[in-house]
């Protein structure tokens, strides 16, 4: 396990530079273009496209990110009245279920990833190839799928202590 | 089942995996897929996982809210909150309750940079609550003026509820943002004015504040005058159209990174803080916002939302008594569930009911926030209730609900003025076309 969570925390630090990157990508794109448009009559061709694409970036590496700082939203006015051991196994219960929303989606992109790549679909304007940034965001939800895992056999191990 | 029956066992489990403490994004996703499965069929399905998120996050309108989740964090990290809550005790500092008033002041000016309640509320909270404390202000003034003061930042733009509800409802983000902002001044007028009665009704809360020369003033507006002069580029600039909600998020982030650099406030640690603070809440939102348009999708084949608009259209009940009953539903799911859950659990079944009576949505919009500053305001789930006590712990969390009582009588009376004059919250949309 603490060899699972080095590797996932070496991970999400390359990926955190990566949409960090993408961020600044995509606030630097956005101000180019108004200022363009504005000052010297030249938008930035492509803008809305590429700031598009950067955002899929973002969001990818955003949402395994939280899911480790265990940032996702929780109605607990329930599960904290539970016991300690309860309260681990049922977070291992709802992490399960969690897991398995999110590997049904992860399916659903992959499948479309592959037929993106095999169609060669490519954005309007710009011409840029759409499968990478599809995989991106299939990548983005495995990692969110691998932390859901960590936590959800975290919580186990945490129930059988108590 | 028909799909009404769905919709409704649908709706059951989801409020049942919610309370069982399945994250609200991930519940919303598995009920959403799984009827729609069941309605449609599996490739129905996978079409709806494939296409809807991902139509969602490769968006350019929706970059709006990493954006000025970005500009809110940055201006946190580099303790700009310091400076405009100093201006704004020069300028109102000598009234009954002056550093309260001024708290409300630097809320209102903060709001305008961020989207998050929570982020005004510590960002204005750390340096007022020690400052009124100090002075003796009474515990309930002290927590009543900064939680209501946080919430200032859901109403006026760049307001992350609205961009929510734009996203949901398919409404002009621009839209929603200028109709935030006469009834987000209103609110903070009568906030200062809750403060102001209050403290002249019973003297012993708060002490007379020092008056301050012009040169004070003025040398504490030179501290933070690039910070509003950015407020007013942001708000000034969507109102006129200038630019699009995402440029103006750009513009932000980019023009609060280059001041708080040229200012020196801003190091390569603080910088890369707010990148990872700014990852960490998008992912949060994006993750409920896609689990919300999974379960829309399903909700929408269930036909439960058209029957229901039908059913209530044809009540032989005023439509204002309806938006009445809705606002009172809202409140007290609000007082259960936090804002996003609340909404977007709810947005799907109130809002065909709300356009088929003929409400704008626009202004309802404005409503939903209201209520939802309303619901922040009240126990058990009020994050800028649990921000004034974790940077007070000592100060009672009765006092904290004395203290905001005023403040949600002053929401509740915006709320009918919204009511009784829409127009409050539609006249800048109409200017813009």
């Known amino acids: 396990m603490a060899f699972y969570t080095k590797v996932s925390t070496a991970m999400i630090r390359v990926l955190l530079v990566v949409g960090g990157i993408a961020m600044m990508v995509m606030m630097a794109i956005v101000v180019g273009n108004s200022l363009g448009r504005a000052f010297f009559k030249r938008p930035i061709f492509g803008t809305i496209e590429i700031a598009g694409l950067a955002g899929v970036v973002v969001v990818a590496v955003a949402v395994g990110f939280a899911e480790r700082e265990r940032r996702n939203v929780v109605v607990d006015i329930v599960a904290n009245r539970f016991k300690p051991r309860s309260r681990a196994l049922a977070d291992a219960f709802t992490l399960f279920l969690s897991l398995g929303a999110v590997a049904f989606l992860l399916w659903a992109v992959f499948n479309d990833s592959l037929n993106s790549l095999t169609v060669r679909e490519v954005t309007l304007t710009t011409g840029v190839s759409i499968a990478p940034f599809k995989f991106t965001w299939a990548i983005g939800l495995m990692i969110l799928c691998l932390f859901l895992l960590q936590h959800m056999i975290e919580a186990i191990r945490k129930g059988r202590k108590r | ?433």
């Not at chain 2, 400076?83 to 309750?97: C, E, H, K, S």
């Not at chain 2, 960490?280 to 348009?293: D, E, P, Q, S």
């Not at chain 2, 939903?368 to 309303?374: C, D, F, G, Q, R």
């Open chain 2, 1 to 433: 089942m028909n799909p009404i029956i769905t919709g409704v066992v649908g709706l059951c489990v989801l409020l049942a995996l919610m309370f069982a403490g399945v994250p609200i994004g991930f519940a919303m996703l598995l009920v959403g897929s799984t009827g729609f499965m069941y309605l449609v069929k599996l490739s129905g399905a996978i079409h709806i996982l494939s296409s809807v998120p991902y139509g969602l996050i490769s968006n350019y309108d929706y970059c709006v809210l990493p954006l000025f989740l970005l500009m809110g964090t940055i201006i946190l990290n580099a303790g700009l909150g310091g400076t405009l809550f100093r201006f704004a005790d020069t300028v109102m500092g000598r009234l009954p309750g002056g550093l309260a008033i001024a708290t409300i002041f630097a809320c209102g000016i903060f709001s305008a940079i961020s989207s998050s309640s929570i982020a005004c509320a510590l960002t204005i909270g750390l340096i007022a609550i020690p400052e009124m404390r100090r002075y003796k202000y009474d515990n309930a003034l002290v927590a009543g003026s900064v939680a209501s003061g946080g919430t200032l930042a859901i109403l006026i733009p760049p307001s992350g509820i609205l961009i929510i509800y734009g996203i949901m409802t398919e409404q002009s983000i621009a839209k929603l943002f200028v109709a935030g902002m006469i009834p987000g001044i209103i609110l903070a007028l009568m906030f200062i004015i809750v403060i102001y009665v209050w403290v002249r009704l019973n003297p012993t809360l708060a002490p007379s504040g020092r008056s301050t020369t012009l040169r004070e003033k003025m040398a504490a507006l030179g501290e933070c005058a690039e910070i509003i002069l950015l407020c007013l580029l942001i708000l000034g600039g969507l109102t006129i159209g200038w630019f699009t909600p995402t440029e103006a998020g750009a513009i932000g982030a980019f023009g609060a990174i280059a001041l708080c650099l040229i200012r020196r406030r801003l190091s390569w640690q603080g910088l890369k803080d707010s990148v990872i603070d700014t990852m960490r809440n998008t992912g949060m939102i994006f993750v409920i916002l896609t689990g919300a348009l999974v379960f829309n999708a399903f909700f929408a084949v269930t036909t439960i939302p058209m029957e229901l608009a039908d059913w209530v259209s044809g009540l032989a009940l005023p439509p204002m008594s309806i938006m009445a009953i809705i606002i009172v539903i809202y409140f007290i799911l609000g007082t259960a569930l936090d804002e996003l859950t609340m909404i977007l659990l709810t947005l799907p079944i109130f809002y065909p009911v709300v356009t088929r009576l003929g409400f704008d949505p626009i202004w309802f919009g404005v409503i939903i926030v209201l209520i939802v500053e309303m619901a922040m305001l009240s126990p058990p789930v009020g994050m800028p209730m649990f921000i004034v006590k974790g940077i007070a712990p000592d100060i009672p969390m009765q006092s904290i609900f004395k203290g905001i009582i005023p403040f949600c009588i002053a929401i509740a009376v915006m709320i009918a003025l919204l009511l009784a004059f829409p127009r409050m919250a539609l006249f800048l949309p109409g200017l813009m076309g």
